[in-house]
């Protein structure tokens, strides 16, 4: 097993230099002048020049791709510009919000994608099939922005059920943090259910063909333990991707949701720092979201390799 994780490390190795030197380069090629940027309208020529020497813009840019490549590698992400702190501590400071959110959309997402897709290809052809897929191609044709400003508009202006916006700290309680980030959980979760159901739906159908559970069905096995004993745990492989893809799709959306409904998380940090030219904390936000991918595709590698021991082989 040990061998097996380190063979998928290096495969994923590219995962997480090439986002980091896609950014490196798009930032230093974007238009204008960073320095005078940060600074602002007000400042000086000389502000400027003694900003843009401080942070060695004035370097060759092979010289800067070097001496980033040493942080990197050494994990010092620097210090904010703005924020006036290490990145590391920036971001530790609101990474959780954005991974209690990220977590709650998942379990949303996995619970009912999967149960819509289960229940979609049992009843091949029927009421509960079509009703199921149809409202699975609205859901993945929904901008999550959109839908969770619909949300906010009927449960939490209308209904009063749910806060508008803000984040309630895990430390004053799971229940009330959860029940915080419920809207903003559902306008990603909802959305990403949808591309679960069509993946378990197709991957179910796959199965449900097979001579095995014919076999299954002959003996007498209730209809129940075909479902799940012998469909479902053949059909994860292809759903086990699906989920590790929508992972990554919720970190991603999770920076638009924080922004809609004010949660100050990475997604906000970064959306600052963007607009800041805040090039410390932008690159240490990106090393972050991909370290967090290597992670979420090792252990899905992990997984298939328990479901399936030919995987490791």
């Not at 209690?100 to 099939?129: E, F, H, K, Q, W």
């Not at 409202?135 to 959109?146: D, H, N, R, Y």
């Not at 449900?208 to 069905?217: H, K, Q, V």
């Not at 370290?291 to 899905?300: A, P």
Request: with cysteine.
């Amino acid at each position: 097993m040990a061998r097996f994780i380190l063979q998928r490390l290096v495969l994923l190795l590219p995962s997480l230099l090439v986002p980091l030197f896609l950014v490196f380069i798009l930032l230093h090629l974007a238009p204008g002048d960073p320095a005078a940027v940060m600074l602002g309208a007000d400042a000086s020529p000389d502000q400027v020049a003694a900003l843009r020497e401080r942070l060695g813009l004035n370097e060759p840019f092979l010289i800067q791709l070097v001496s980033w490549l040493k942080q990197m590698a050494t994990f010092n992400l620097g210090e904010s510009i703005f924020l006036r702190m290490p990145v590391t501590q920036a971001i530790l400071q609101r990474v959780e919000p954005t991974l209690i959110l990220t977590l709650y959309a998942l379990v949303i997402a996995v619970s009912i994608g999967m149960v819509s897709g289960v229940i979609s290809a049992v009843n091949r052809g029927g009421p509960a099939d079509q009703v199921a897929m149809g409202i699975a191609m609205l859901g993945v044709s929904m901008p999550e922005f959109w839908f969770g400003l619909m949300l906010i508009l009927l449960f939490a202006v209308e209904l009063r059920l749910f806060p508008v916006a803000g984040y309630i700290p895990l430390d004053r309680g799971l229940w009330q943090c959860l029940w915080s980030l419920t809207l903003p959980a559902l306008s990603v979760g909802l959305v990403q259910a949808a591309f679960i159901a069509r993946i378990t739906r197709s991957s179910m159908l796959d199965v449900l063909g097979e001579d095995f559970i014919r076999t299954a069905r002959a003996k007498g096995l209730a209809g129940r333990v075909v479902i799940v004993r012998h469909a479902l745990k053949n059909a994860l492989m292809p759903i086990l991707t699906a989920i590790g893809i929508t992972f990554a799709v919720l970190m991603g959306g999770a920076i638009a949701i924080e922004m809609v409904f004010n949660i100050p998380g990475v997604g906000r940090l970064l959306i600052n720092a963007v607009s800041r030219r805040d090039y410390p904390v932008i690159q240490g936000i990106v090393l972050f979201m991909a370290l967090t991918f290597v992670v979420v595709n090792l252990i899905v590698d992990v997984l298939y390799s328990l479901i399936d021991p030919r995987v490791s082989r």
